[in-house]
Every structure is written in C-alpha cells, then in structure tokens.
C-alpha cells in the first residue's frame, strides 16, 4: 500500500505561483509513476500533468503547459508541482496519484491507470 499527502494549496491571485507537494509513505516511491490530477466545483476530473518513475518522461494538459511543472525527487518519496502564472480557472483540488509501474518509462494520462491517490489539497485562485 501506498499512502500520498498533498499539502502547498491555499489561495493565491491570479499571476502568482505555488508548489504542491505529494509525500508517500508506506513504499518507496521509485517504481512508480505518478501524476497530478484536478477537480473544480461542478466539473470532472481532469489530468495535469504526469512523470516517469525516473523522471525523464513528463506530460502536460495544454491547459497548464508552459506553466505548470512536474518534478520527483525520488529519495525523498516525494513529487511536486510547481504552479506559475496562475489563473482563476486552475482553482481545484488538486490531486496526486501513483501507479505502479516497475520502473517502465510511461507517463500515465487516464484516473482510471492510477492504483493510488491522495486526498487533495485546495487551490483557489483570484482574480
């Protein structure tokens, strides 16, 4: 079993940044990929962005390319996203999952590949 933490959302205007956090405990991180999910009110969830188990592969929704980014440090069984130039409609709770992959070189985009997720953090963006 793996268990995921997010923490880093909070409320934020709109251009500036932050960093969410997704801490794992209970397996090492290293054999899995993980991804960033989001939810806003009202809406289905919807993929952010996704990393290799090594973190030499990386993948985007082009909502959030060029702004977003997606980095593990796999010694700390840790993944982040670092948010910039934030806008109103990244509000969401944001979600980290993983899906074990035996160290496999795939970025995963689909909820339904993913075996384990977080309880989300909150990001609210003004404008």
């Known amino acids: 079993q793996v268990q995921l933490v997010e923490s880093g959302g909070g409320l934020a205007q709109a251009g500036d940044s932050l960093r969410l956090s997704c801490a794992a405990s209970?397996?090492?991180?290293?054999?899995?990929?993980m991804g960033w999910f989001r939810r806003a009110t009202g809406k289905e969830r919807e993929f952010v962005a996704g990393?290799?188990?090594?973190?030499?592969?990386?993948y985007y929704a082009d909502s959030v390319k060029g702004r977003f980014t997606i980095s593990r440090d796999n010694a700390k069984d840790t993944v982040y996203l670092q948010m910039s130039r934030l806008k109103p409609e990244d509000t969401a709770v944001y979600y980290c999952?993983?899906?074990?992959?035996?160290?496999?070189?795939?970025?995963?985009?689909?909820?339904?590949?993913?075996?384990?997720w977080g309880q989300g953090t909150q990001v609210t963006v003004s404008s």
């Open positions: 999952a993983a899906r074990y992959t035996n160290f496999g070189t795939n970025v995963y985009r689909g909820g339904t590949e993913y075996n384990y």
């Open positions: 209970g397996r090492t991180l290293s054999s899995y990929a």
């Open positions: 990393i290799s188990w090594s973190g030499g592969s990386t």
